[in-house]
């Protein structure tokens, strides 16, 4: 299984734009790119995914440089809701791992 | 549509007592997982499940069994609880895609005396 980085914390301010940049240098060819969510005292929650380029949606965006040995999560205009931490997760639940493996997170809190 | 339930949502154990967590989705979803959490750490896979019938270890297996006996229940035991496994639980299903997107439930905290 792939293993990922990221930085320990990051602070913002409510309406700046927020990246989260994660290194996954050992991604393997069928490893997928995955941000979770996850507030005090709840379970994770699927945010984005993508295997290349740059995928967006409702919530957030996600580029991903073409040798895919990082990937950077984007959330624009952040708002006190978005205090939490973020998992960047590698892997492919269609190989013979079949599991999500998660490593420490970024806690990310917004100030006002 | 309640998505992963988890029961029971707190729980407190003497040591050696033990006990089962369960799991239930209503997804028809194929995979399920066991995952713990420790304060300030990230979620640490315990056990899965691709299917009926089918288990598999984890990252950290050691003191858990776990069952599945039915496609939406994916049961969690601890034969002889220790302090060391005092933890918050969530369990998690998906599908058999070649994607990572899945479902948590609210978790289960768990402190053994």
């Known amino acids: 299984l792939a293993k990922t980085t990221q930085p320990i914390s990051m602070d913002s301010y409510e309406g700046q734009e927020v990246n989260i940049t994660c290194s996954h240098n050992n991604i393997a060819t069928n490893d997928y790119i995955t941000w979770y969510q996850q507030f005090p005292s709840q379970g994770p929650r699927f945010i984005i995914q993508g295997y290349k380029t740059k995928v967006t949606n409702e919530v957030a965006s996600l580029f991903i440089p073409a040798d895919r040995k990082s990937s950077t999560l984007s959330l624009p205009r952040v708002s006190l809701s978005d205090t939490a931490v973020y998992y960047c997760l590698v892997g492919s639940l269609s190989g013979s791992a079949r599991q999500l493996t998660f490593g420490s997170g970024t806690q990310l809190t917004v100030l006002p | 549509n309640a998505g992963v339930t988890q029961t029971p949502k707190f729980r407190v154990l003497k040591t050696g007592q033990s006990m089962t967590l369960l799991c239930a989705q209503d997804?028809?979803?194929?995979?399920m997982y066991w995952y713990r959490q420790d304060p300030g750490m990230g979620l640490r896979l315990i056990h899965y499940s691709v299917g009926e019938g089918t288990t598999a270890k984890g990252e950290v297996p050691d003191g858990y069994n776990v069952s599945r006996l039915k496609k939406q229940n994916f049961l969690l035991g601890l034969e002889s609880a220790a302090p060391s496994q005092t933890s918050v639980y969530f369990c998690?299903?998906?599908?058999?895609?070649?994607?990572?997107?899945?479902?948590f439930g609210q978790g289960t905290r768990l402190t053994v005396v």
């Open positions: 998690a299903s998906s599908l058999p895609r070649s994607n990572t997107e899945a479902f």
């Open positions: 997804m028809n979803h194929e995979y």
